[in-house]
Each structure stands twice: as C-alpha cells, then as structure tokens.
C-alpha cells in the first residue's frame, strides 16, 4: 500500500490542580474538560455556586462499559456533590475510568472556579535501562502481556503476541501502535479508531514498560508522530471504491486482478469492516463442498427457497446473482488463499437444507489473506480517510467524493464510484427516523463509523432507497461491551433465552435469525435476558468455538458448573429456573411439544452452563440504497444515477428478512462481480 508521511506535533502536559472547592470571591461558574477513560473520552462538566459550593457534576462517557465504567460515572458523580469535592475514591475495577473521572474533573473544577492551570515542566531526556520489561493489561478480550525491549536510547521491539483481541481490530490496533511507536520513537499516539478500549490497554501497558525501564512516559509523549499523508499521491482512479469492508475489499481485488485501476478509500486504521466482526457464515447454495458431504442443493433451489423465505420480499436480481455465484465464490476465495471449512456446512435459519458456509479456521484469518492480496497486488489502499460527500461536474453527474484526512479535505475523482461503506446502525438518529421511537437507544454491535454518511449524502442528491422501514433487530447483544453474540449458539448449539426477571423462556430461539425473539423482548421490555449455552458451543464446529473462546476471554461468557450455582449467581428462582430447562429438555428428547414452537434442538441443555447477558439491539441494517441489476445506484424517478455503484450492506434489497450468512455472502459476491464487471468495461473503451 502506498503511504506518504508528514509530522504532526503531539505533546503530554500535566496539570497540578486543587482537590477541594476554594473560597466564594473564587467560585466563576461552571467548567468542562475531557480525559481519556477504558473506553473512550470522559467529559466531566462541574458547577459552583457564588458560595462556592459545589452544586452538579455531570460526568459522561459514552463508550464507557456499562457495568465497569458506567458504574464509576455514576457513582463518582453523586460521591463529589456529597462531600462537597472532587477528591473522592475511585471506583474498584474500573481504574481507567476513576482515574479519567478524577482528571478530568480536577481541570473543570480549576476552570469553574477561575483557577490557574500550572503545568509541569517536562523532562526530554529520552534513555532507558537496557532489557526487557514485562507488563500485564486487560484488552477487550482480557488479559494479556506487553513485554517491551529497550536499548539505553531507544525502543527496540514490543510484543504483545499472547493476546486474544478480535482479529483484524484489536490485534490491528495493537500491530499499528507497535509500528508507531517504534517507527518514531514516541508514545505521542492516538487510539485507533474501533478498538480504543484495546488501545488504551496496550499503551497503557507500554508506558508501564517505559517506567520499569526508568524513562520518561512524558518525553516520549512530546515527540511528534509521523502520520500518513496522501497529498503528492495521485486522487484519480478509474475506479474508486469507498469503503474497505469484505464488498470493498473483494471488489477492490477482483478489478485489480482484470486489469483495473484502483483507489480504495477506507475511514479507519485498518480493514475490514462489520465483516470482522461476525461469525465468518455464508449463505450459499449448490456447492461442491455441500455435495461431498451429501448435501443435495443447486443455485435454482437456493434461490427459490431464499425467495419464498423472505416472503418475496428479497430483490430476485440479487439472490440470483448470489445463487449463481455461489461456487464462483468459493473457487475465487480459494484462489486468494481464502477457504471454507469442508467438513461442516451449518444449518440454515428456517430450512432443512444445510447452506451455512463457514470460513476456516476463522473470519478474521479470512479477511487478513485478503488484505495481503490487496498488498500483493499494489492496490492503492488510502486509510484513515473518511468519505463524506460526493463531487459534481457541471452537469450534476456524480464524477469523485470528498474525503477527510487528517483534518484536511481532499477530492478523490473515478470513472465509476462504488459505495462500499456499510450500514447505518451506528447512526441512533436515522433509526428512530426509519424504525420509530421505539427503537432509541438500541445497543449497537457493528463496526463503530458505520452511520449512513453516504447514504444521507446520495439521498440529497436524488438516490432512492429500499426496505428503509424494515427493522432487523437481534436478540443476541451483549450489553456490556455492545458485543454482537453469533446466532449460531442458539440456532446449533442448543442454546436458549430467559428472562432475567423470571428464568421463563419467551420465544422460539431459532426463529427468523433470532428476529422473533427480539421483537419479543422489545414487548416485554426486561432490562436484560440471559442467554444460557453448554459445552456443544465448543465442539459444534471450529468457527463458533473460535466465537464462543473469544468469549470466555472476554469475560462476558461465564461458566457455571451446576444449576444451582447459576440459579444463585444470576439471583433466579432455582424452582423457576429448573422448570425451565427441564420443560426445555423434554422438548428436545421428544417427550414434549415445545411451548413456544420450537423443533430444532440439537440435543438437550446439560450442566457445566455457559451464560451471557444480552437484550435485543443492530448489528446491521437491511434498508439501503436501491439498485438495479448492474448495481447502478437509481434516483426516485427510476432513473440511473450515473457513475454511482453500491455493493454490500449500503444497498438494500437483499438483507430483508434476513437469514443468517445474507450479509457476508452479499458482500463478497457484490464486489466480486462488480469489480471484475467494471474492470473489464473500462479495458473496452
């Protein structure tokens, strides 16, 4: 990939600020000042009285965990007006955040009260006892080990290579901070974009290093970081692609491999997109893998069973084109370096036909092999590049967009412009928008940044849009990470959901992707529901136990070794919680009719338990763009709007009434046709 540096200056300073309310000639009003907390920023507004007194504390952190964080948030904020100050304990457990409350803090209550700032000097001197040092952190996914090696000038190596951070997202964070701060000698770095909680667990780790070998955390922080530039590379391409997810990045190589001309823009430090962030399944029909395990199925009965699933609703073009490339895919992927699992293909949401393709050993192994191909082939990958906008010639045809990147905008121009930049989930305005006030405040799942930006920006140009209205609700959200749990647990792994206030199951688990049961949380309204699993999660097949591992790392997944001890951690009626597995169990020995329709079991649930809190919450949208067969984006009046594609999760038409592995499957077949499609017709002009 091609990269352009430039510096930008980043210095550390540290404040000495008072810790107690000061006298009433001193008292100004009300000041604000952010901290970096787990999570995220923490903004921590304080108001006095003309007496002085310290009369609210707003504190806020968005990306705080809930349990964790949020619980500090809170409680810090009732401790400060209690005893009149902002020298109050931290909360247990939740060091990041106290400490980011406590500073944060500190600074407002110095502006509130009209007090002088004194800063620090700081030290340049930048040495180290030579070695290596070794410090544990807490990332998204748990505990690991930073271990630092240091010349007596210099940062030599960092290693972090125990640690069980989501593929392709945290393990990218830890890879381009590494490179940073070795390249230019500097913990002057900012968190990547999508993984901050593993950001700031990773150089917190280092800075740890930094002071077990003696040296300055603060010279370090003073000097500048080279950042990428792109600004004497060339903004044309014929074709420009925006978005690096799995539709962007398949497109991207399949023009590139007919002879295209390629610009790939991608907002984030890395790529990958909500792809990444799922299980790896794809929905697929009539392949050679299927056939070799005695599965009987063709493109033309897939795609009739995905039309009359969906009620045909589903687009036909689409599914056609994702029924007849079904095996083009999987002969492409395993020209890349990319393959399926061959031994299992998964069971289907709502048919008896196996056509769950799982990547192997994992969707982030999956994706990485693709981004190497992207190396390989010399496509011009421009990160850290947010698309916001489109350009206009003077006819009014769509002919390049407008781009952010490092604060500066840029106009990136292309023959044909294809939208590859995902959903809108991340986006809680255009949700109460489309799906009604109901739905405020959903937990999200996907890939942060995904907030409809070009969609909106198509949409006042004239595009016309598709099942916009048509909510795709999950029931399967863990609510203190906003972590997406794969629906495989409860569609093959014999999983089930209960209510936290009752034990009581409530839905058919395995319904619609889970849509059932969300729509039924959504009417019950329970804070949070329990999704109870056993050992099956870890022997079902290598993709889900990947999943479920990741889990356990997490910390979101507890393990329970009797009903009784989950009946007493969970704080469930043992009577309640007992009727309910047993009445589950006798279902799935066919004993019994299942009481909310149930008939796909997968054996019974058997102790040791597996336990995650969930609620129903977006992890993508169905409504997108409306296309037309060559994924010509088209305005309200039916008509194309010229230059303007759209593969993946922007367009709609394919995601309604979605079942498990549409998604993926859209995405990398999307952008495999277009992009050798548009590569082809521009070698013919």
Same mark, same amino acid.
């Given at each position: ?14 404040? @000495? ?93 110095? /502006?509130?009260?009209?007090?002088? /700032? ?40 960092i290693d972090a290579s125990d640690n069980n951070e989501t593929l392709m997202v945290g ?5 381009i901070l590494s490179e940073k701060m070795i390249e230019n000698q500097s913990l002057g ?77 991608? @907002? ?93 050993? #994992? ?193 979101? @997944? ?69 296309? #037309? ?42 952008? @495999? ?13």
């Open positions: 990939m091609k990269k352009k540096t430039a510096i930008i200056s980043s210095f550390a300073m540290a404040a @000495m600020l008072a810790a107690f309310p000061c006298s009433a000639e001193e008292a100004t009003g009300t000041g604000t000042a952010t901290a970096q907390g787990f999570g995220g920023e923490v903004s921590v507004t304080v108001t006095v009285d003309a007496d002085g007194v310290l009369t609210d504390v707003v504190i806020e952190g968005a990306d705080e965990t809930p349990d964790v964080g949020g619980a500090a948030i809170e409680s810090m904020a009732e401790a400060m007006i209690e005893a009149q100050s902002i020298d109050v304990d931290g909360v247990s457990g939740a060091t990041y955040s106290s400490t980011a409350v406590l500073e944060a803090a500190q600074e407002a209550y110095a /502006i509130a009260t009209g007090q002088e /700032i004194e800063k620090e000097e700081i030290d340049t001197t930048i040495s180290f006892t030579p070695g290596t040092y070794t410090a544990t952190t807490i990332g998204m996914a748990g505990e690991y080990h930073v271990s630092v090696t240091f010349t007596e000038d210099a940062i030599e190596s393990t990218e964070a830890i890879r770095v900012d968190t990547v974009s999508g993984a901050t909680v593993t950001s700031n667990s990773f150089i917190s780790a280092v800075k740890d290093c930094v002071e077990q070998a003696g040296g300055s955390v603060e010279a370090l922080e003073a000097v500048p970081v080279a950042v990428e530039d792109y600004a004497d590379e060339t903004n044309e391409a014929d074709i420009l692609i925006v978005g690096g997810g799995l539709a962007g990045i398949s497109a991207a190589i399949s023009a590139v491999e007919n002879g295209g001309n390629v610009i790939l823009l991608e @907002m984030k430090e890395y790529l990958g997109g909500n792809s990444v962030l799922s299980t790896g399944t794809f929905i697929l029909g009539g392949t050679t893998i299927q056939a070799a395990l005695g599965i009987e199925d063709d493109a033309d009965t897939f795609y009739e069973w995905e039309m009359e699933n969906s009620g045909y609703t589903k687009d036909p073009v689409q599914v056609r084109m994702v029924a007849d490339n079904s095996q083009t895919l999987v002969d492409w992927f395993a020209s890349l370096g990319v393959n399926f699992n061959t031994d299992k293909v998964n069971s289907t949401d709502g048919s008896e036909i196996n056509r769950g393709h799982a990547l192997s050993p #994992n969707i982030g192994t999956g994706v990485s092999t693709l981004v190497d191909q992207l190396e390989a082939y010399g496509v011009d990958v421009r990160l850290g590049t947010r698309a916001d906008g489109y350009v206009l010639n003077d006819d009014g045809e769509i002919i390049g967009v407008t781009a952010t990147c490092n604060g500066e905008t840029v106009e990136y121009y292309g023959k044909q412009i294809v939208l590859a930049t995902g959903g809108w989930g991340d986006n809680n305005d255009m949700i109460v928008q489309y799906w009604g006030e109901e739905y405020d405040g959903l937990v999200y799942g996907g890939s942060k940044g995904m907030d409809g930006t070009m969609l909106l920006a198509a949409q006042e140009l004239g595009a016309d849009t598709v099942d916009m209205e048509e909510p795709h609700i999950d029931a399967t959200l863990e609510v203190t990470r906003g972590v997406t749990i794969t629906t495989n647990l409860l569609r093959n792994c014999s999983g089930i959901l209960i209510r936290q206030s009752t034990a009581e199951r409530f839905a058919d688990e395995q319904s619609s992707h889970s849509e059932i049961a969300a729509a039924e949380m959504h009417e019950i309204g329970d804070e949070y529901y329990y999704e109870i699993v056993d050992e099956t999660v870890f022997t079902y097949s290598e993709a889900v136990t990947s999943k479920a591992e990741s889990y356990v790392n997490m910390g979101i @997944m507890v393990k329970y070794d009797s009903l009784e001890e989950m009946a007493e951690a969970l704080e469930l009626d043992i009577d309640a919680l007992t009727a309910t597995i047993e009445s589950f169990n006798a279902a799935a020995n066919g004993e019994t009719e299942d009481a909310y329709g149930r008939t796909s079991f997968n054996g019974t649930l058997e102790a040791p338990f597996y336990v995650l809190k969930v609620s129903n919450g977006v992890a993508c949208t169905t409504g997108g763009l409306k296309i #037309n067969e060559d994924m010509q984006v088209l305005d309200t009046d039916g008509n194309v709007m010229a230059n303007l594609y759209a593969i993946g999760e922007i367009s709609g038409g394919m995601r309604v009434n979605y079942v498990g592995g549409d998604s993926l499957s859209h995405a990398a077949i999307s952008g @495999m046709v277009l992009g050798e499609t548009l590569a082809l017709q521009n070698a013919e002009e």
